[in-house]
């Protein structure tokens, strides 16, 4: 198993352009997840999924949309890029939310908006 | 809401040192509280994890216990290894529907030989 697959890993966009962050998981896992780490900020939960054809918006959805069209995947689409969404991103992915479930994380996309 | 109160970092010790990061937490009820390591440069990956008051979890010479009546997990190694060098995080799952983990801000470890 791949586990959780991210592309790209490093990008640079300019203020206004957009892009998309890939995300994959192989685990046939319901939960997917999107956070992003700001330094010295810890994760903060972007959007998440509880199975393909539903997302739901988590603490800092503005400037993002995600779609799950599939089990496997679930894009990040950010529109009109904007310096405060540099940061670096992770998508997560797990079975459940029951009792101890863990979550799996991708290494990440590094984005700078310049 | 849930929240997870860590430390500061960050934090250096010389190899073979003791080491704590305190980690509180707010919640209702008893929620699931996990520990996350992040090595430079890569993603986060469990460590180890409590489900219920008491329990003690445990991985790769690291211990935690889950204490109710403080609302605390602190992480604990006895002897720490340069390759412990990381950034560790404490996190939590309530018991409502699908809620996803809440994160501390992350204690960022150095060990120096």
Redesign the interface.
Known sequence: NAG?TQTPKFRILKIGQSMTLQCAQDMNHN?M?WYRQDP????K?IY?S?GAGIT?K?EVPNGYNVSRSTTEDFPLRLELAAPSQTSVY?C?SSRG?G??????????TRLTVL | GDSVTQMEGPVTLSEEAFLTINCTYTATGYPSLFWYVQYPGEGLQLLLKATKADDKGSNKGFEATYRKETTSFHLEKGSVQVSDSAVYFCALRGLSGNTPLVFGKGTRLSVIA
């Open positions: 959780v939960y997840y010295g900020m810890g994760l939960l998440y509880v739901d988590g992770f997560a939310t009792v101890g479930n863990e979550q799996f994380f991708g290494p990440g």
